[in-house]
């Protein structure tokens, strides 16, 4: 089982990035999958989640109404939509799968994680 987490890179502040995260090994039926992310000497934080039938989403305070997740069941493939990027995203992006709710928003519940992608927002 592998996700593969994409789509990172270096941005100006007020600029956008798509994040992918492609499922192999096996489909994520019943899973919740979301975003999370971990910025130099932090923990690793909640950003994102979404249900399987793409029907509700989660998301942090401070992404709201700048960040959109999606999924495409079809393709095995989560997205996430950053818009209006600030300094303070800047962070290695990780996915992950889980069956759990999407109002958590802990790691532990997550059973499956990506190897992640840097995301860095210039001033």
């Known amino acids: 089982v592998q996700l593969q987490a994409s789509g990172g890179g270096l941005v100006q502040a007020g600029g956008s990035l798509r994040l992918s995260c492609a499922a192999s090994?096996?489909?994520?039926?019943?899973?919740?999958m979301g975003w999370f992310r971990q910025a130099p000497g932090k923990e690793r934080g909640f950003v994102a989640a979404?249900?399987?039938?793409?029907?509700?989403?989660n998301y942090l305070d401070s992404v709201k109404g700048r960040f959109t997740i999606s999924r495409d069941n079809a393709k095995n493939t989560v997205y996430l939509q950053m818009n209006s990027l600030k300094l303070e995203d800047t962070a290695v992006y990780y996915c992950?799968?889980?069956?759990?709710?999407?109002?958590?928003?802990?790691?532990?519940?997550?059973?499956?994680w990506g190897q992640g992608t840097q995301v860095t927002v210039s001033s």
């Open positions: 090994g096996r489909t994520f039926d019943n899973y919740v």
């Open positions: 992950a799968a889980g069956r759990t709710l999407v109002r958590s928003t802990t790691t532990e519940v997550y059973d499956y």
């Open positions: 979404i249900n399987w039938l793409g029907s509700s989403t």
